[in-house]
């Protein structure tokens, strides 16, 4: 019998708990405590800020805050502002979208590839117009977007190019590391992120003045090395001498664990596509590493004759913790009018934003994406290859005895943020 129709679940014992730490760790983040440098004179972002760069492949890094304000400030060093249309796929965290308002410009959504769930170069070259000023195609689940495409379009129409790449930390593309292909490239080191010190970002480039404005931004207006003479409008959005320290402790294991995710995912993928009805992603044969931050595969309801959120429900009582993924960016409350703090209310941005109009938005793959994708964490990729077969066995489990599932109900949602 299936656990969600009270029968005894596949597996009961926990997958690894993320972060992954030991007293190493610790004893980093003591040592810049004891040393008095917490911030501003410490080597500790300098450093993480040359290894990172180092490990993608990047001639540049700047340490900031968050992947949020890494975006915020990487479109700002770009020159995005007012009257600019930004181009991002529908299928993305809030993040690539709040920025590019937050810079006063307007987000313009596209669809994504139905293979990879990335933006879809055509469906961006399409959504061009002559207010476009960048593309920001997202790395979803670590999975690079077709950057051989994104280059070439973003230099023939003279747009700047964008990888948002939080969740792509160690991702290569042709054997090279993804954040530099295009002019800036942004990471976060948030929590759930494969490279954490809780929070945290980090902006790339191979354009060393791009680099430099970078560094003004973050740093309060001050251009690097100019005893402080304020030449822009910027932020402060430092990384602190804790986080870069806890980051280069972390930063040593990174190339095992995408090691052991990459044989993990590789081998998860080829059991489950054995299971009628089910589909991983696909992985482009350009991308020679996948950070795989998700393990995201294709859950066909037509085939099972059973919901999504039903499928969800019974994954995660056999005991795999699964979750939705994303819905459609242009339905986030972002987008819906409801007041002033809402930007459709904003002087300028307003009257643009109310011509793209959110709410009539549908983006076929986009919404086939939200309503057939299950998510599994990185985290769970580190564990053993019976952890794995556990995996594959719950669905199987299920595929047998769906009949117990034809007509149920969910009883939650499982969204991307509920994970159970
Ligand atoms: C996590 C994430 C961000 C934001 O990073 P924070 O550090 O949480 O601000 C932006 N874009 C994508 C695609 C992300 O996954």
């Given at each position: 019998m299936l656990a969600i129709a009270g029968g005894t679940p596949v597996r009961q014992r926990p997958f690894p708990k993320w972060p992954i730490h030991d007293e190493s760790d610790a004893q980093a983040v003591a040592d810049v405590i004891r040393s008095?440098?917490?911030?501003?004179?410490?080597q500790n972002v300098a450093e993480i800020e040359k290894r990172f760069a180092a490990f993608q492949d990047a001639s540049y890094g700047v340490a900031t805050s968050n992947g949020t304000s890494s975006l915020w400030l990487a479109l700002t060093a770009l020159g995005v502002g007012p009257g600019d249309e930004v181009i991002i796929p529908a299928?993305?965290?809030?993040a690539t979208a709040a920025a590019v308002l937050q810079t006063g410009a307007v987000p313009v959504m596209a669809d994504i590839d139905?293979?990879?769930?990335?933006?879809?170069p055509d469906a961006a070259e399409a959504a061009?117009?002559?207010?476009?000023?960048c593309i920001i195609p997202v790395h979803v689940a670590g999975h690079p977007a077709d950057l051989d495409r994104f280059v070439d379009i973003a230099q023939r129409h003279k747009l700047a190019l964008l990888e948002?790449?939080?969740?792509?930390?160690g991702t290569q593309w042709k054997g090279r590391g993804v954040?530099?292909?295009?002019d800036l490239g942004t990471f976060s080191f948030q929590s759930?992120?494969?490279?954490?010190?809780?929070e945290g970002g980090m902006i790339l480039s191979n354009n060393e003045l791009l680099a430099d404005m970078c560094l003004a931004y973050r740093n309060c207006g001050r251009w690097e090395g100019?005893?402080?003479?304020?030449?822009v409008l910027g932020y402060n959005l430092r990384m602190t001498e804790m986080q870069a320290a806890l980051l280069l402790s972390q930063m040593k294991r990174l190339e095992e664990q995408t090691r052991l995710r990459n044989e993990n995912a590789l081998y998860l993928a080829e059991k489950l596509?054995?299971?009628?009805g089910i589909r991983p992603l696909k992985r482009d044969?350009?991308?020679?590493?996948?950070?795989?931050?998700l393990f995201i595969f294709r859950f066909d309801s037509e085939v099972w004759g059973v919901s999504h959120d039903v499928f969800l429900e019974a994954l995660a009582a056999e005991g795999i913790p699964c979750s939705r993924g994303y819905v459609p960016?242009?339905?986030?409350?972002?987008?819906?009018?409801?007041?002033?703090?809402?930007?459709?209310?904003?002087?300028?941005?307003g009257d643009h934003l109310a011509k793209i109009d959110y709410q009539q938005m549908f983006l076929p793959v986009t919404e086939k994406a939200s309503s057939e994708a299950v998510w599994l964490t990185?985290?769970?990729?580190?564990?053993?290859k019976q952890d794995m077969d556990d995996i594959v066995t719950a669905v199987a489990k299920l595929w047998e005895g769906r009949e117990q599932l034809v007509g149920r109900r969910p009883t939650r949602r499982m969204g991307y943020a509920g994970l159970a």
């Open positions: 008095g440098f917490w911030g501003l004179g410490g299928y993305t965290f809030i139905p293979d990879t769930y990335c933006l879809d061009i117009t002559p207010r476009t000023a948002d790449a939080c969740q792509a930390h954040g530099a292909y295009g759930s992120k494969n490279l954490s010190c809780g100019s005893s402080g003479t304020r030449r596509s054995e299971i009628e044969e350009r991308t020679t590493r996948h950070a795989y931050h960016l242009y339905r986030d409350p972002t987008f819906i009018p409801y007041g002033r703090s809402c930007p459709a209310a904003w002087p300028g941005i990185q985290s769970m990729l580190l564990g053993t």
